[in-house]
């Protein structure tokens, strides 16, 4: 009789319908190359700005100073990321690193340079000895992407990257072909015309750095993806800050942070419309390091320039309550990111690296959000 009973019960589950499966949570890490800490809490910065006009011109006379200058700095930064300022992080989400209320965001890492960067983020502990470099070779470990890809039984084309710098391709995967990766000039396939389109169009718009596109490509082909194979795992990389800081362009780096923050608003938009992603989607947007503090080596960073591991990290999640800026704690590192997309994933981060550091959550309590 028992048998019989454990039969029925055999063939009613068989006969039923299976239950749609809850969506998972997502999780989004964004990277924003060598976006210092002092554009990001603070806007236009007047003696960096001043420092690269021609002599004899007039500050005020510059077009990047009528678009984002104002008296106080929570009014520049609010006028450079208007979304980020005046929705994300005041009602979404908070973010670590304005020094000015002592919160410090550092790097762990000694090379102060994007791929050990890159690799602190995605590993979960800095690897100094063996990368050292920004060539494109393969990283020697697992990424915080691929164990997320695995443990959640993804698809390649649910755990993505999109990057305007090449590198990606070696730094995203220890295991090529594991995960979707589109990087710098490499096409991208989509039946959306507009798409094929742009895709063509990225080579013939070159930046002026062979192995960076535009952010614009990125963007556009992270969200044509993400619409189309709804991918538990995305990172995006963007790159302009970085390289046309290095050119010296300050202008084209505060109108890629303003442009940049049109992509956040644009995707955060589109998530908070999706029933897979609204409420169970977490977003970590932080940077690969820092640079120079002031006019002289603003345009530098490198473990010779002071103040290059600086950095900043913010939080959008439902697992974490406090809103906008971080006071007083001690100091996070880059490091932590990897764990805090696991722990955000529902997964054991010590299962990816026993060694790497722990999540942010761990001192998720401590903040203390400035009224
Ligand atoms: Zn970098």
């Known amino acids: 009789m028992r048998y019989l009973g454990v039969i029925v019960l055999m063939v009613a589950a068989a006969l039923m319908p299976p239950l749609a499966a809850a969506p998972s949570r997502a999780v989004i890490l964004i990277t924003l ?18 420092a690269r006009l021609e002599t004899g011109q007039p500050l005020e006379d510059a ?25 994300l992080m005041r ?9 000015s209320l002592g919160s410090a965001v550092s790097v762990t890492n ?17 690897h100094d000895e063996d990368i050292n470099s920004n060539e494109p070779h393969r990283n020697p ?6 164990f997320l890809q695995t443990r959640g039984g993804l698809t390649a084309s649910q755990a993505a990257v999109f990057a305007s710098w090449n590198v990606f391709d070696a730094i995203a995967e220890h295991r090529a072909g594991a995960l979707t990766v589109n990087a710098g000039y490499e096409p991208f396939e989509s039946p959306s015309p507009d798409i094929a389109r742009q895709s063509r169009q990225q080579s ?22 993400l619409a189309r ?12 800050t970085d390289d046309w800081a290095h050119d010296g362009r300050y202008d084209r780096v505060l109108d890629a942070y303003s442009r940049f923050d049109g992509y956040l608003r644009e995707l955060w938009t589109w998530l908070d419309s999706q029933a897979d992603y609204q409420g169970r989607t977490s977003l970590l947007i932080t940077t690969d390091h820092g640079r120079g503090r002031g006019p002289a080596d603003w345009k530098d960073h490198g473990s010779r320039v002071a103040g290059a591991n600086e950095t900043w990290m913010a939080f959008v999640s439902p697992e974490m309550r406090p809103r906008g800026p971080w ?10 990111a990897a764990a805090t997309l696991i722990t955000w994933f529902g997964e054991d981060w010590r299962t990816f690296d026993a060694a790497a550091a722990p999540p942010v959550e761990a001192v998720a309590g401590q903040p203390h959000p400035r009224r």
């Open 33 to 50: 190359d060598g976006a210092r800490h002092q554009e990001v809490f603070g806007g236009f910065d007047v003696e960096v700005a001043r």
């Open 63 to 87: 077009t990047a100073y009528r678009r984002y200058w104002a008296e106080t700095r929570e009014e520049r930064r609010q006028k450079l990321m208007p979304f980020f300022w005046g929705t």
């Open 91 to 99: 009602h979404h989400g908070s973010i670590a690193g304005d020094r």
């Open 110 to 126: 000694r090379h102060w340079f994007s791929y050990p960067g890159y690799a602190e983020i995605l590993l979960g502990r800095a």
């Open 141 to 146: 470990y697992p990424t915080v992407l691929e």
């Open 204 to 225: 013939e718009t070159p930046t002026p750095w062979d192995s960076v596109r535009h952010d614009a490509y990125t963007f556009r082909f992270a969200m044509d993806h």
């Open 229 to 240: 194979y709804r991918p538990r795992v995305l990172y995006l990389a963007f790159g302009e």
């Open 327 to 336: 006071s007083t704690h001690p100091e996070l590192h880059a490091s932590q």
